[in-house]
């Protein structure tokens, strides 16, 4: 192909995503998208299509990154060349939206024509704007009983300031308006800029591994064109390997001799060490490199910590092996070692938050098959000692004794909540709850108003989200950003399983609940800890000072008094039932706790 | 080679609410058709697999008496037939109080029967209301004195414990009736919450008023206390008898001995394997035409396996397991082969040890299943 042939093809090219929040159909639109290309018969469609992961359909979320070439002729007669980079949609993982913008040049806004806006739509609204995307509204579901397209319409153009005037009025499950999108993204999605000749600049917007082929990147080429067989340079770490393998995905995985400005595909170059590639660098020619790197995307640090153990203490190397692989395609996963006198050796991790901490746990379990235990999650916490130290914290039970702390400060983050208008005092009421100071309120189109409080980030990182959820049908949408540390009144409770403390299960909370919290805490790991041979006590306690306690009633009666007849093989499964139900179990001192019950410091649902 | 049988008539009158065991109502059934697959069962489990002796013969349900005159004479009779042997010791039928009249009572004792079990359960009429029963305490008295009358005085009584609203209150009074019927044995059985079953149903719904744990135990407590005032002896988890009366059939499971098991659902342990019959009457009848056998389920035992279910089977029995035994028929000794796991029963006081026995202390005894779980899995 020459130089006027790659830029006949770049002109057709139209990179674009997909933003929307959680349940506005995003996946159903990206199926109905892959259906009308023809990227799939109808024999391969299987239901939401580019959520890949069992995880994902299973909980009807994208976490992952898919990028899929199609091919779409328009009504102009042309052929154009579409690459849609799917992206997630829950507040957690912002970071990987704003990856898959940095490869686009355009994105949908789903909309649902009923709900309306939510507050994660906002979000990532504007981290398209910061991108330079041209925004695409769609207003789907309109064939709800309950759609208000003509609502959604002007909240669109109040709320975000977009010109809403040529939203796609759609269905992607009835499949209407699906053309005129694909025309729109045609029309309005710039071509890519950039030059088939320069110095080749590629940006790495995620990369997997493959046993057998190495580091797998999934790069948009911005500058130039690389080829098989090419010496490529990796700009951050300086690494140099010669290509090996290129292709784009339709979905299935296409081998092509090169990939030039526009392209969206995959790059292999027998790259073994994991380290040498690092999502968000930029490749270039080790030949004729570029003089600069692309800009980066707005990298993410990790707000919620906590401590995995292998409930089996012989899987730790496992477990390991499990996080280097996970921390591959996802950057923002941290994770060191770390010793926990209850629960052996395991790691200390930090993640995005609550929803990316339960996905890493469930990936290491199903797909690595390590049984886990994870303690509660916990912030980090500044501390000022009396002797002048500062010291960083994020392990309760790591938090220095009371009387050598100056002053604890934690972290705040404002939470903007977008609600009905019943709700508004539901929702404050819970935020005062949950120590939140009221900064404003507006509000918006027909009866919603969008809620703006400052909220220590721990109380998010306990039940706030599910409260929020449960206390408003799910109307009410949340969004936070971190925005720094304030000292609070801050203490370190401590829970004792039958006399004995049980580092995993320290908490850290806020003087004025610890008593509160205490009870809960107590009687939830009542209910949770099985009976044992013996009466087991539970205590918490701040400092020397137990505010609760209870106790665990010793076991009695556990005997099958029952005439199976000669099934004996029943008799076996029963036992070896009982038996596996105690192997999931950590034994602490003579006590057997479940793994639930570590999580239990977290969950206050008897509020 | 088994000296045991068991034989299973799944027809039930009416179903209770607790069972789970393999039953299907009785009106409309194929009896007669059934009856025929069982002989056809018998003669070619025989022939693959005779025996030199049968010492104990079983027959349970579902509702053995719930067979009519004609199908219940001719039924054991077949049994008689097929399994005669010079040595028989013990010849059982399950016999529901409301359906055994004086005229079945005959039949089973010109056919050789020498013991009756009798589904009691309380003696509380509302009580065996709640749990699906249809009999009430005057049968009971009448169908044992009926069968004393004839000579069949080995007779045992199923009395059950953890029902709901049940108190310890109302088992001692049943238990008081049972005592005054001067039977030899006694069964006590807990309720256990099975799939597909009314209580199951009832209790997943919450609308089950079971006992607590700590008033099941005290139940299980008092049982023992009576039974030992009364001069029954506890020799099995669930089961007391007067010197002479234990059951020797059921011995024969928990010493882990051969036995056959014939229809519908039944279960049977022979040369080394555990076999399963289909349940539902369609399969066992057809996989009997397809393949002479109803088998759904075999499962050829491993020496371990054998092991741990001498174990696990054995323990259940008061005097315990005899190492010299253990080591006669795998030729190890039981304290090497599960040295760590009685190591550790033994330290947390649910076994004890004299001599080469090892069986449950009495705190192992409410907590059985923490015991034998231990020996799963381990070898």
């Known amino acids: 192909m020459n130089r006027e042939q790659k830029l006949e093809r770049q002109s057709r090219i139209r990179n674009f995503s997909i933003i929307a929040h959680i349940d506005h159909g995003k996946s159903t639109l990206a199926d109905r998208i892959l259906e009308k290309t023809g990227a799939l018969t109808q024999r391969e469609m299987k239901e939401q299509l580019l959520d890949s992961m069992d995880l994902e359909r299973e909980r009807g979320i994208t976490i992952k990154l898919n990028a899929v070439q199609l091919n779409y002729k328009a009504k102009d007669g042309e052929t154009y060349i579409f690459h849609l980079i799917d992206t997630p949609g829950h507040v957690d993982f912002t970071y990987e939206v704003s990856r898959s913008l940095a490869a686009c040049e355009g994105a949908l806004l789903i909309v649902d024509a009923a709900q309306g806006i939510e507050a994660q739509t906002l979000a990532n609204v504007y981290l398209a704007l910061e991108n330079d995307l041209e925004i695409l509204p769609v207003i789907n579901k309109i064939d709800l009983p309950s759609a208000e397209p003509e609502r959604v319409r002007n909240e669109v153009e109040e709320v975000i300031g977009l010109d809403a005037s040529e939203a796609v009025l759609a269905s992607a499950k009835a499949g209407i308006g699906i053309e005129e999108i694909l025309e729109q993204v045609v029309e309005k999605v710039p071509a890519p800029a950039g030059d088939p000749d320069a110095p080749l600049q590629a940006l790495i917007f995620d990369s997997l591994y493959d046993p057998y082929r190495g580091v797998v990147t999934y790069i948009r080429v911005t500058e130039g064109t690389v080829k098989v067989g090419d010496?490529?340079?990796?700009?951050?770490?300086?690494?140099?390997?010669?290509?090996?393998?290129?292709?784009?995905?339709?979905?299935?995985?296409?081998?092509?001799?090169?990939?030039?400005?526009?392209?969206?595909?995959?790059?292999?170059?027998?790259?073994?060490?994991?380290?040498?590639?690092?999502?968000?660098?930029?490749?270039?020619?080790?030949?004729?490199?570029?003089?600069?790197?692309?800009?980066?995307?707005?990298?993410?640090?990790?707000?919620?910590?906590?401590?995995?153990?292998?409930?089996?203490?012989?899987?730790?190397?496992?477990?390991?092996?499990?996080?280097?692989?996970?921390?591959?395609?996802?950057?923002?996963?941290?994770?060191?070692?770390?010793?926990?006198?209850?629960?052996?050796?395991?790691?200390?991790?930090?993640?995005?938050?609550?929803?990316?901490?339960?996905?890493?746990?469930?990936?290491?379990?199903?797909?690595?098959?390590?049984?886990?235990?994870?303690?509660?999650?916990?912030?980090?916490?500044?501390?000022?000692?009396?002797?002048?130290?500062?010291?960083?914290?994020?392990?309760?039970?790591?938090?220095?004794?009371?009387?050598?702390?100056?002053?604890?400060?934690?972290?705040y983050v404002k939470a903007t909540i977008m609600t009905p208008n019943d709700y508004v005092g539901t929702i404050m009421e819970i935020c005062q709850k949950k120590r939140g100071i009221f900064q404003t309120m507006d509000y918006l189109e027909n009866n919603r108003v969008n809620v703006l409080y400052e909220i220590p980030l721990s109380e998010i990182v306990y039940d706030f989200f599910d409260q929020l959820k449960s206390s408003t049908k799910g109307y009410a949408s949340l969004d936070y950003e971190l925005i720094g540390y304030k000292p609070s009144k801050l203490v370190k409770m401590d829970i004792l399983l039958n006399g004995e403390k049980i580092d995993a299960l320290s908490v850290i909370v806020h003087k004025d609940f610890a008593y509160e919290r205490g009870k809960v805490v107590v009687e939830k790991l009542k209910e949770l800890i099985p009976r044992q041979q013996f009466e087991v006590p539970i205590q918490a306690s701040i400092g020397q000072k137990i505010i609760a306690r209870s106790n665990i009633k010793a076991l009695r009666k556990n005997v099958l008094a029952k005439c199976y007849g000669g099934d004996i093989s029943r008799k076996r499964k029963l036992l070896e039932k009982q038996k596996e139900g105690k192997k999931r179990m950590k034994t602490i001192g003579r006590v057997e706790v479940p793994q639930e019950a570590f999580m239990a410091v977290l969950r206050m649902d008897n509020d | 080679m088994p000296d045991a049988a068991y034989f299973h008539i799944p027809f039930c009158v009416n179903i209770c609410h607790y069972c789970d065991f393999n039953k299907v109502f009785l009106k409309g059934q194929p009896v007669n058709e059934y009856l025929d697959y069982m002989e056809k069962e018998m003669k070619n489990t025989l022939k693959q697999s005779p025996f030199s002796s049968m010492k104990t013969l079983f027959v349970g349900g579902g509702t053995p008496t719930a067979l009519d005159y004609e199908q219940f004479e001719r039924f054991l009779n077949m049994v008689n037939q097929y399994f005669s042997s010079s040595d028989r010791q013990e010849f059982t039928v399950e016999s529901n109080p409301e359906q055994?009249?004086?005229?079945?009572?005959?039949?089973?004792?010109?056919?050789?029967?020498?013991?009756?079990?009798?589904?009691?359960?309380?003696?509380?009429?509302?009580?065996?209301?709640?749990?699906?029963?249809?009999?009430?305490?005057?049968?009971?008295?009448?169908?044992?004195?009926?069968?004393?009358?004839?000579?069949?005085?080995?007779?045992?009584?199923?009395?059950?414990?953890?029902?709901?609203?049940?108190?310890?209150?109302?088992?001692?009074?049943?238990?008081?009736?049972?005592?005054?019927?001067?039977?030899?044995?006694?069964?006590?059985?807990?309720?256990?919450?099975?799939?597909?079953?009314?209580?199951?149903?009832?209790?997943?719904?919450?609308?089950?008023?079971?006992?607590?744990?700590?008033?099941?135990?005290?139940?299980?407590?008092?049982?023992?206390?009576?039974?030992?005032?009364?001069?029954?002896?506890?020799?099995?988890?669930?089961?007391?008898?007067?010197?002479?009366?234990?059951?020797?059939?059921?011995?024969?499971?928990?010493?882990?001995?051969?036995?056959?098991?014939?229809?519908?659902?039944?279960?049977?342990?022979?040369?080394?394997?555990?076999?399963?019959?289909?349940?539902?009457?369609?399969?066992?009848?057809?996989?009997?035409?397809?393949?002479?056998?109803?088998?759904?389920?075999?499962?050829?035992?491993?020496?371990?396996?054998?092991?741990?279910?001498?174990?696990?089977?054995?323990?259940?029995?008061?005097?315990?397991?005899?190492?010299?035994?253990?080591?006669?028929?795998?030729?190890?000794?039981?304290?090497?082969?599960?040295?760590?796991?009685?190591?550790?029963?033994?330290?947390?006081?649910?076994?004890?040890?004299?001599?080469?026995?090892?069986?449950?202390?009495?705190?192992?005894?409410?907590?059985?299943n923490e015991v034998f779980q231990e020996f799963i899995g381990v070898v």
């Open chain 1, 231 to 411: 010496k490529i340079r990796m700009m951050a770490t300086q690494k140099e390997f010669e290509v090996v393998e290129l292709g784009v995905f339709t979905p299935k995985a296409v081998n092509k001799d090169f990939l030039t400005v526009g392209d969206v595909g995959y790059l292999a170059a027998a790259i073994k060490n994991v380290g040498d590639t690092q999502v968000g660098d930029t490749i270039t020619s080790a030949v004729k490199p570029a003089a600069e790197p692309l800009p980066g995307y707005r990298k993410m640090n990790p707000m919620v910590y906590c401590g995995l153990y292998p409930v089996d203490n012989a899987k730790y190397n496992d477990l390991r092996e499990a996080l280097e692989r996970l921390v591959l395609n996802d950057s923002a996963l941290q994770y060191e070692p770390e010793t926990s006198q209850a629960l052996g050796f395991g790691y200390r991790c930090g993640f995005l938050g609550l929803l990316h901490m339960e996905i890493i746990q469930e990936r290491i379990e199903r797909e690595f098959n390590i049984d886990l235990i994870a303690t509660a999650p916990s912030v980090i916490y500044n501390v000022a000692m009396t002797d002048g130290e500062q010291v960083i914290v994020d392990n309760p039970a790591n938090m220095p004794e009371a009387q050598l702390i100056q002053t604890v400060e934690e972290p």
């Open chain 2, 100 to 368: 055994t009249d004086l005229r079945k009572l005959e039949i089973m004792r010109d056919a050789g029967v020498n013991r009756l079990s009798i589904g009691v359960q309380a003696f509380q009429d509302n009580l065996l209301k709640e749990l699906g029963r249809t009999h009430n305490q005057q049968d009971v008295v009448r169908t044992v004195s009926e069968a004393k009358g004839l000579g069949l005085d080995n007779i045992s009584l199923d009395i059950m414990f953890g029902l709901p609203r049940q108190t310890v209150e109302m088992l001692k009074e049943t238990l008081d009736i049972a005592f005054s019927l001067e039977v030899p044995h006694f069964s006590a059985y807990s309720l256990q919450l099975e799939r597909k079953t009314v209580f199951y149903n009832r209790a997943a719904k919450g609308e089950l008023l079971l006992p607590e744990q700590e008033e099941e135990a005290r139940m299980y407590e008092v049982l023992m206390e009576e039974m030992d005032k009364h001069g029954y002896v506890q020799y099995e988890i669930s089961n007391f008898a007067k010197r002479g009366y234990e059951s020797r059939h059921n011995l024969q499971y928990w010493d882990n001995n051969e036995y056959y098991g014939i229809g519908a659902g039944a279960h049977s342990y022979v040369h080394g394997t555990r076999n399963a019959n289909a349940g539902p009457l369609k399969k066992y009848m057809s996989l009997i035409d397809e393949t002479g056998f109803p088998y759904i389920h075999k499962d050829v035992l491993s020496s371990s396996e054998k092991m741990e279910e001498e174990l696990f089977m054995g323990l259940r029995k008061m005097k315990g397991v005899s190492d010299q035994r253990f080591m006669e028929r795998y030729g190890l000794s039981m304290f090497d082969v599960f040295g760590s796991q009685i190591d550790k029963l033994l330290e947390r006081g649910l076994v004890k040890r004299s001599g080469d026995m090892l069986a449950l202390t009495r705190n192992g005894t409410f907590l059985g």
